[in-house]
């Protein structure tokens, strides 16, 4: 059984850069067709895509967060990141990591169970 | 970006009722449509994809239809477990979700 945990502060200032890590088990970070991904959930916003990487690298991001905001994978740990900079008051959210196929989250088999992360000072 | 709308934003409903959820894009996304269930505290939980094709693991009381720029979602005969909130996704480009649906005890 395939399981994502997402792991990282639950507490960054303003104008800082987020830092979050998923650990994937159960299964290979390498396996095709799936990507990689991260959702943000705020009272505020609602559900949000983040981006999402495949394991070769590839990455595709929410182009409203598209400067702010990068993914990267390491096959070797099986783990994938989300790094966010310049954080606002505005992304304090839920943070969820999900497996899918294609690129647009086609289908999404698996969520990590989410990680609070509050944006302040 | 596709924007997505859902109707209604919330609703009543008893153990036993058919209950249909609407979702509406700003263009059309053919069936690249996915519905998802997500209670308190907890995940989303993928329902239907592709519109219409029920999850393996799903119950059979929920199906989804549409095409297009219209989507819906039906629950034949809702069970206690289902009072949750809804939401659809678009994965025809840059993934979107509409606000949600929240169904709860009448």
């Known amino acids: 059984q395939l399981q994502l945990q997402e792991s990282g502060p639950g507490l960054v200032k303003p104008s800082e850069t987020l830092s979050l890590t998923c650990s994937v088990s159960g299964d290979s970070i390498r396996s095709s067709p799936f990507y990689w991904g991260w959702v943000r959930q705020s009272p505020g916003k609602g559900l949000e895509w983040i981006g999402n990487v495949f394991w070769s690298g590839t990455t595709f991001y929410n182009p409203s967060l598209e400067g702010r905001v990068s993914i990267s994978v390491d096959t070797s740990k099986n783990q994938f990141s989300l790094r966010m900079t310049s954080v606002a008051a505005a992304d304090t959210a839920v943070y969820y990591c999900?497996?899918?196929?294609?690129?647009?989250?086609?289908?999404?088999?698996?969520w990590g169970q989410g990680v609070l992360v509050t944006v302040s000072s | 970006d596709i924007q997505l709308t859902q109707s209604p934003s919330s609703l009543s409903a008893s153990v036993g009722d058919r209950v249909t959820l609407t979702c509406r894009a700003s263009?059309?996304?053919?069936?690249?449509l996915n519905w998802y269930q997500q209670k308190p505290g907890k995940a989303p939980n993928l329902l239907i994809h592709?519109?219409?094709r029920l999850r393996s693991g799903v119950p059979s009381r929920f199906s989804g239809s549409g095409s297009g720029t219209d989507f819906t979602l039906t629950i034949s005969s809702l069970q206690p477990e289902d009072f949750a909130s809804y939401y659809c996704?678009?994965?025809?480009?840059?993934?979107?979700f509409g606000p949600g649906t929240e169904v709860d005890i009448k």
């Open positions: 999900v497996r899918h196929e294609g690129q647009w989250m086609v289908e999404v088999d698996y």
């Open positions: 592709a519109a219409s």
């Open positions: 996704q678009q994965s025809y480009d840059s993934p979107t």
């Open positions: 263009q059309n996304i053919a069936t690249y």
